[in-house]
C-alpha cells in the first residue's frame, strides 16, 4: 500500500504544477524577428530656410554623402535623424533619401527605406513675445523653440517596416504649463519668468513629440521621437534646464499611464497603452552624471521599471576622452557610453545624450555606437572639430520585441468548482456572484500587477489562484489514498 499510495500522491502533486493556457504562452511568448533601430543627430541643419533643399538637390553635398555612408554602415531597419530642417512639401527628406541614402556610398550598400515620416516643430516659430526677457521682441530666442526659421532642427524618421501614418500622435501644441507639477521657471524674487500671456501660447515641446507606430510583420513597435532643447545658454532661471526636464518627462508620463493630463495635437488625451512595444530615440541632451542638465532628467527615462536600457558603447569614444581630456578628466561616467564629442575646454566635455532605449519586455541583441577609433578608416565619418559630419554619432540597438499573439479559437474547458462542505449564507444575488469569482483581499489580484511583471512573462504574474482547481484534484486523490490505506488495515 505504501507504494500505491506514493503513485498516487506522485501523479497528483505535478498536476498544481502545471502552467495555464496563460501562463504557458508567457513562459514561452513568442518574440518578433531582429529590429535594428538608430538615432542620429546629422547636424543638417541650415541657416537659411530652404538651403538644405538645394544643398541636397544633386546629390553631392559632401556632409551629406556622410550621413548617408553612416547609416549604411550599421544598417538599421529604422533610423531617426535630428537636426533635419523641415519643410512642408518633405522635399529635403525625399531628396536625402532618394539622392543619398539609396545611392551607394564609398562602396558601402544602399540604403532602402520606403516608408518615412516627417512633420511640423516649434523651431524658429515666431511667438510675439520677449521669451528671454531681454528687452526685444524677435529673433531666434523668442520663438516657440530657438530656431532662426519655422523648420530649422526639425526631424525625419526613415523605416524599412510600414509606418501607421494614420495612427501618429504629436504633441507639438500641448502648453507647458497644462503639465501638473511643470518646473516653470522663475525669477530670482519668485515670479514667473513668463506672463500669463507668453504661458497661453508657450508649448512644452521645443520641436514636437511623436508616437509613430511601425509595423514589424503584425506586431506594432511605436517609436517614440523627440529632441529636448539643450540646456544650456540660461540665466539664473534655468529655463532651457527646466524645459529639457519636463520634455524628456513627456515620454516617462506617456508610457507609465500616468499622462491623463496629456493631449495631442488632434485633442486626444492619454498616453500609451500597458504592454504596448515602444522604442525612444532621440537627442535628449541629457547625461544621467555629467553635463548641465537638471538633476535627474534623463534618469525619468533610464531609472524606469518599464524601460531596457541596451547601453551602447564604442571604442572610438573612450580614446576620444583621453586623448581631448580637458573636461573629460573630471567626468565620473564611463566614456565608453559617451554619443557626443562636445568642447573639451573649458566644458562640457564629450556626453551621452543620444539614447535607443526600448519596453522593459523587449530583449537586446547588440548595441553599439559608431565611433571608430583613429587607426579604423571610418574616423574618417567622425574626425573631430571641424567635424566632417556632426559632433553627435550614430547610435543604434538590435531588440526582439514581444511579438503579436492572434487569438485563439478554441476556448478553455471550464473546471468544475470544487463544493463546500456546508453551504454559506448568501450575501449577495447568486446571479451577481459567480462561482469562481475570488474572494475579496487586500492583497492586489494578478490582474493589478505590475506592467513589468505582465511583460516579463513570469508565471507568478497569473498569481497563485488558477492553482487552485488543481490543489483540489490533488487533495481529492491524496484523500482516495487514505481511505484505500484504512480500509487494507481494517483487513
Not at 543638417?44 to 559632401?62: P, V, Y
Not at 520663438?143 to 526639425?154: E, I, M, N, S, T
Not at 530670482?188 to 507606430?213: F, N, Q, R
Request: glycine share 8%.
Amino acid at each position: 500500500m505504501k507504494f500505491r499510495f506514493a503513485a498516487l500522491l506522485a501523479a497528483a502533486l505535478p498536476l498544481t504544477l502545471l502552467p495555464t493556457g496563460n501562463q504557458a504562452q508567457a513562459a514561452d511568448a513568442p518574440a518578433t524577428e531582429e529590429v535594428t533601430v538608430a538615432t542620429f543627430n546629422a547636424s543638417l541643419n541650415r541657416t537659411a530656410d530652404g538651403q538644405l533643399q538645394t544643398d541636397l538637390a544633386d546629390g553631392s553635398n559632401e556632409q551629406a554623402q556622410n550621413v548617408a555612408e553612416t547609416i549604411q554602415r550599421t544598417n538599421p531597419d529604422i533610423v531617426l535623424v535630428n537636426e533635419f530642417d523641415y519643410d512642408e512639401a518633405q522635399n529635403s527628406a525625399n531628396l536625402f533619401r532618394d539622392n543619398y541614402l539609396e545611392v551607394s556610398q564609398n562602396g558601402a550598400p544602399a540604403a532602402d527605406y520606403p516608408y518615412m515620416w516627417t512633420g511640423p516643430v516649434n523651431t524658429g516659430v515666431p511667438s510675439g513675445f520677449d521669451l528671454n526677457n531681454d528687452g526685444n521682441v524677435g529673433g531666434p530666442d523668442d520663438a516657440l523653440g530657438f530656431g532662426l526659421f519655422p523648420g530649422q532642427y526639425g526631424f525625419v524618421v526613415y523605416s524599412k517596416y510600414p509606418i501607421d501614418e494614420a495612427a501618429v500622435r504629436t504633441f507639438q501644441n500641448f502648453k507647458w504649463q497644462d503639465m501638473p507639477g511643470a518646473l516653470l521657471p522663475e525669477n530670482a524674487d519668485g515670479t514667473g519668468w513668463y506672463s500669463d500671456e507668453e504661458l497661453a501660447v508657450m508649448p512644452l515641446s521645443s520641436k514636437t513629440h511623436a508616437d509613430i507606430p511601425v509595423d514589424v510583420n503584425g506586431t506594432t513597435v511605436h517609436v517614440l521621437a523627440a529632441h529636448p532643447t539643450p540646456p544650456s545658454f540660461d540665466g539664473a532661471e534655468k529655463r532651457n534646464q527646466k524645459r529639457n526636464h519636463d520634455e524628456i518627462r513627456i515620454w516617462a508620463d506617456y508610457i507609465s499611464q500616468n499622462a491623463d493630463y496629456l493631449y495631442d495635437d488632434k485633442g486626444v488625451t492619454g498616453g500609451l497603452e500597458a504592454g504596448a512595444n515602444f522604442v525612444i530615440v532621440g537627442d535628449y541632451n541629457a547625461d544621467p552624471v555629467d553635463g548641465d542638465s537638471w538633476d535627474g532628467a534623463i534618469q525619468q527615462l533610464l531609472d524606469s521599471p518599464l524601460i531596457l536600457d541596451p547601453k551602447p558603447t564604442s571604442a572610438g569614444a573612450t580614446e576620444a576622452a583621453q586623448l581631448q581630456a580637458g573636461a573629460n578628466e573630471t567626468h565620473q561616467a564611463d566614456p565608453a557610453l559617451d554619443t557626443a564629442d562636445f568642447n573639451d575646454k573649458p566644458a562640457p566635455g564629450n556626453l551621452r545624450v543620444d539614447y535607443v532605449l526600448a519596453n522593459a519586455a523587449a530583449s537586446t541583441v547588440d548595441a553599439g555606437v559608431f565611433w571608430p577609433t583613429r587607426a579604423d578608416e571610418l574616423v574618417r565619418l567622425t574626425g573631430e572639430y571641424p567635424f566632417p559630419t556632426s559632433d553627435h554619432r550614430l547610435v543604434w540597438a538590435t531588440f526582439a520585441f514581444p511579438a503579436a499573439v492572434a487569438p485563439t479559437t478554441e476556448p478553455t474547458p471550464p473546471v468544475d468548482p470544487v463544493e463546500p462542505s456546508e453551504p454559506a449564507e448568501p450575501s449577495a444575488p447568486a446571479e451577481s456572484t459567480p462561482a469562481t469569482e475570488p474572494a475579496a483581499s487586500a492583497e492586489p489580484t494578478a490582474s493589478a500587477a505590475p506592467v513589468a511583471a505582465q511583460q516579463g512573462g513570469s508565471l507568478a504574474a497569473t498569481g497563485a489562484q488558477s492553482l487552485l482547481p488543481f490543489a483540489g484534484i490533488a487533495l481529492a486523490l491524496i484523500g482516495a489514498g487514505l481511505v484505500a490505506l484504512r480500509v487494507k488495515r481494517a483487513h
